[in-house]
């Protein structure tokens, strides 16, 4: 995995889903957009596991702890 397109990859989703927390008028459009760049996130980091021998579960399971981790730091930034 390429350093540079994961923390791309990163920021886009964290900025995106400040965006929809704080969005009044929340749209389809940034729906569309968040779900975009949380699958491309996803992707990324299942590769990543994959090429290391993760098992499926144990993927999804780090999965939702480095989101939860992500996005706790992406909202006290």
Same mark, same amino acid.
């Given at each position: 995995?390429?350093?540079? +397109?994961? &923390?791309?990859?990163? #920021?886009?989703?964290?900025?995106? +889903?400040?965006? @929809?927390?704080?969005?009044?008028?929340?749209?389809? =459009? #940034?729906? =569309?957009? #968040?779900?975009?760049?949380? !699958? =491309?996130?996803?992707? #990324?980091?299942?590769?990543? @596991?994959?090429e &290391?021998?993760?098992g $499926? =579960?144990?993927? $999804? !399971? $780090?999965?939702? +702890?480095? &989101? !939860?981790?992500?996005? %706790? %730091?992406? !909202?006290?930034?």
């Open positions: 995995m390429d350093d540079v +397109e994961i &923390r791309e990859a990163q #920021l886009v989703f964290v900025n995106l +889903e400040c965006r @929809w927390v704080d969005e009044r008028n929340r749209n389809p =459009r #940034l729906m =569309r957009e #968040l779900d975009r760049a949380e !699958k =491309r996130l996803i992707v #990324l980091f299942m590769d990543e @596991w994959r &290391r021998g993760g $499926a =579960r144990m993927m $999804a !399971k $780090a999965y939702a +702890e480095y &989101r !939860k981790t992500l996005l %706790h %730091h992406g !909202k006290r930034n």
